[in-house]
Nanobody
Framework: QVQLVESGGGSVQAGGSLRLSCAASAYTLSSNCMAWFRQAPGKEREGVAFIANYGLTSYADSVRGRFTISRDNAKNALYLQMNSLKPEDTAMYYC?????????????????WGQGTQVTVSS
């Protein structure tokens, strides 16, 4: 049974940094696209960072230049380094495993999800 478990969320002031981690069991993270999504209260869940199985990364416009997605194949772990955090980054962040090697921004293309980790940024 595939399990994705996120950690590293918390509360931080604007301008601060956090590093999220996602550990996988019964699934090899490097086999398909991996992504970080987020969902703020009352808003749709949106994809913020993606890494294809061959390593190509992509980002939502709102986080490009501030967030970095990476993967440690030896540890079978996914990370999201978040710098220069803003109050509008406040959300529940989810790790997701895709169906294919290339990445999609559509939730339907991600069959496996973690339980989420909360990030709160205060002004």
């Amino acid at each position: 049974q595939v399990q994705l478990v996120e950690s590293g969320g918390g509360s931080v002031q604007a301008g601060g940094s956090l590093r999220l981690s996602c550990a996988a069991s019964a699934y090899t993270l490097s086999s398909n696209c991996m992504a970080w999504f987020r969902q703020a209260p009352g808003k749709e869940r949106e994809g913020v960072a993606f890494i294809a199985n061959y390593g190509l990364t992509s980002y939502a416009d709102s986080v490009r230049g501030r967030f970095t997605i990476s993967r440690d194949n030896a540890k079978n772990a996914l990370y999201l380094q978040m710098n220069s955090l803003k109050p509008e980054d406040t959300a529940m962040y989810y790790c997701a495993a895709g169906r294919h090697g290339t990445c999609s921004r559509w939730r339907v293309d991600y069959p496996y999800w973690g339980q989420g980790t909360q990030v709160t940024v205060s002004s």
